[in-house]
């Protein structure tokens, strides 16, 4: 697993604990780290606070902790926090190839608008006949509410 993403889901987990409740739904094609941190805190909490409480974070501790304890933390939390990475890794994928995939609308839909800035993303959220792809694309990607 990606190391920044890996440390950084983790801390974060660790000190949004008090804030999340809720963990999203099963169907979710893409999740951002708010969803991420919300399914660790769920599934993995109780485990980081028996095993890794007293662990530093940063440098990967928590995720190693919970490696070296692999044979004692939970089946949910191994099963969420793989399903987390995923669906993080599927996001970030969607956010890459949302140009690509998108230049064809961008070129149709949004001409002479100003490249950079995210000003192409803000026309193609404002056009109803996105090609499917396109649409799926920004969905995934996580820029659509």
Known sequence: ????????????????????????????KTIGYADAMGILVKSCGKDIEQYCK??????????NCLAANADKVSAMCKADYARA?????????????????CAGD?????????????????CLLNKRNLSRACSQVITDAGYRE
Request: glycine letters at 8%; hydrophobic letters at 50%; proline letters at 3%.
């Open 1 to 28: 697993m990606n190391n920044l993403v890996s440390a950084t889901l983790i801390a974060c987990a660790l000190i949004a604990c008090a804030l999340i409740v809720g963990v999203l739904p099963a169907s979710a």
């Open 85 to 101: 990475y995923v669906l993080l890794q599927e996001r970030f994928a969607a956010q890459e190839s949302a140009g690509k995939i």
């Open 106 to 122: 961008a070129k149709r839909l949004c001409p002479g608008v100003t490249r950079g800035k995210g000003y192409v993303l803000q």
């Open 54 to 63: 007293d662990v530093r974070l940063g440098d990967n501790r928590i995720q």
